[in-house]
């Protein structure tokens, strides 16, 4: 188990089968299989699947910013436009800091098919905050 393995073991991440190639304050890129698990009625990926591997990004990327000064960072808000639509093979999704402030981050994420095309694009603002109890 990787030191921040904690982040994802049991949760929802851990579910659709999201996994990490790139993890930092400055950068996030996570893959997620497209499968019958994320898939909505029709076959195609459901857009919420799409919103949680962007929240995911934004969320990680922002509490390693922050972890340092004993804090979390939580989604607040979150946009996101599905372009297009997948079936099947892995998404993969690439989130960089707007702004990174005191105790607000904004993140832009991109998520991309196999070939390289945007399937959504999302803005995720985070809250900065002290970790709930329990």
């Known amino acids: 188990m990787t030191q921040d393995a904690f982040l994802t073991q ?3 991440v851990e579910h659709l089968g999201i996994t990490f190639s790139e993890q930092s304050g400055q950068k996030v890129v996570a893959h997620m ?3 019958a698990r994320v898939h909505q ?3 195609i990926l459901h857009g919420g699947a799409s919103v949680v591997l ?3 990004v934004a969320s ?3 509490y390693l910013n922050v972890r340092e000064r004993g804090m979390v960072a939580v989604g ?3 946009n996101a436009n599905h372009l297009r639509s997948v079936a099947s093979g892995t998404v993969t999704a690439t989130g960089t800091p707007i702004f990174q402030g005191r105790t ?3 993140w832009h994420i991109e998520i991309k098919n196999e070939a390289g095309k945007m399937v959504c694009v999302s803005r995720c603002t985070l809250a900065v905050i002290v970790p709930p109890t329990g």
């Open 60 to 62: 990680i990327g922002a």
């Open 54 to 56: 962007a929240e995911t």
């Open 33 to 35: 299989p497209v499968e």
């Open 10 to 12: 049991g949760t929802l």
């Open 76 to 78: 607040l808000e979150i």
């Open 104 to 106: 607000t981050e904004v």
């Open 41 to 43: 009625p029709f076959g």
